[in-house]
């Protein structure tokens, strides 16, 4: 049995020395170090990697993705994006009690871990555990920033602060089951990202700009967009949203809405990633997109850890806690 978990750089950069081609999980790291060498790797040996944010290629947010680029919301100064759960996400896979020693190589999948003795519920829930994964940043965190760096064109963090906590599942996880981030970007606007497993309230994300607002009505993978003309305001008219025009986005020939979930197993990514390897273009997520959106779930777990706020230093591609000296 084989349950993969986020740090496999080291692989990837084995993989890419050895000539060949990769689709890899999200987000592409969440240790600095291994992360930049997968990358340095793949761009040196000119590998072809689809990193596994497949939002990128499907048609619904690569059409809301065009829209933003006409420049309809005007400079966009804040980000908000809530995505919740109700449950114990990650704890209670079945896996955990059937497991043997002898149906893993342990030791492999500790790769640059330190040896600790086998542990079936660290191997099947790893991402509630710290030394293996950040939970909520390195799962749901990383498919957000991608959108976020793909429809702003804007890719690493100026700084980031965040915050939380295990409030609902006290369960032995050591990874936060509520947690807030706050990034700043270089572009000029504020990214504001929300999870919660205690609680099931609408997800949703916008991008609020001085014309209008895009909505992504729904959590992770929502195919429903919409954008509101930002007209008016609540204080001279508390009704104004009623007479705020809004425009559903559609695909050419559809008149329906899609549907506010979407699962996993779409095609789109990964026919790009094979389309690629015969063209040898790069694919919708390339190795230095999978490296941003690394790098900004890195800062905010960094954030959230340490309980300082963190800075992105480009020019010495590290991450630091104080100011970057301009």
Known sequence: ????????????????????????????????????????????????????????????????HDLVQTGVLGDVSKVEIVWNYHGPRWRGRPESKQVKEQDTDWRKWLMTKPYRPFDPQIYCEFRLYREFSSGIPDQWMSHAMDLVHWFMNDDYPRSVAANGGIFAWHDG???????????????????????????????????????????????????????????????????????????????????KLPP???????????????????????????????????????????????GKKQYWNASEQMIQDHPVES
Not at 23 to 32: A, D, F, I, R, T
Not at 281 to 304: I, K, L, R
Request: hydrophobic residues 30%; aromatic residues 8%; contains cysteine.
């Open 260 to 306: 506010m979930g979407q699962g996993d197993l779409t095609l789109e990514h990964t026919a790009n990633w094979f389309e690629c390897m015969r063209s040898r273009q790069q694919p919708h997520c390339t190795v230095d997109n999978g490296f941003a959106h690394s790098v900004a779930c890195m800062m905010s777990t960094e954030a959230y850890w340490s």
């Open 173 to 255: 996880r050591e990874n936060a089951d509520t947690f807030q981030a706050l990034l700043e970007y270089p572009k000029g606007f504020l990214v504001s990202y929300s999870t919660s497993f205690g609680n099931d309230a609408p997800s949703f994300t916008r991008f609020m700009g001085k014309k209008a607002t895009l909505f992504n009505h729904g959590g992770e993978g929502s195919p429903r967009y919409s954008v509101v003309e930002e007209k008016g305001n609540h204080e001279d008219n508390p009704d104004v949203d009623k007479v705020r025009p809004s425009k559903d986005i559609l695909l050419p020939g559809q008149t």
């Open 1 to 64: 049995m084989d349950v993969r978990r986020e740090p496999s750089n080291i692989w990837r950069k084995l993989t890419a020395e050895a000539d060949k081609d990769a689709y890899v999980e999200k987000p592409m790291g969440n240790v600095l170090a291994e992360a930049k060498a997968a990358r340095d790797a793949v761009k040196q040996h000119k590998r072809i990697v689809q990193v596994g944010t497949q939002h990128r290629s499907e048609p619904y947010p690569r059409t809301a």
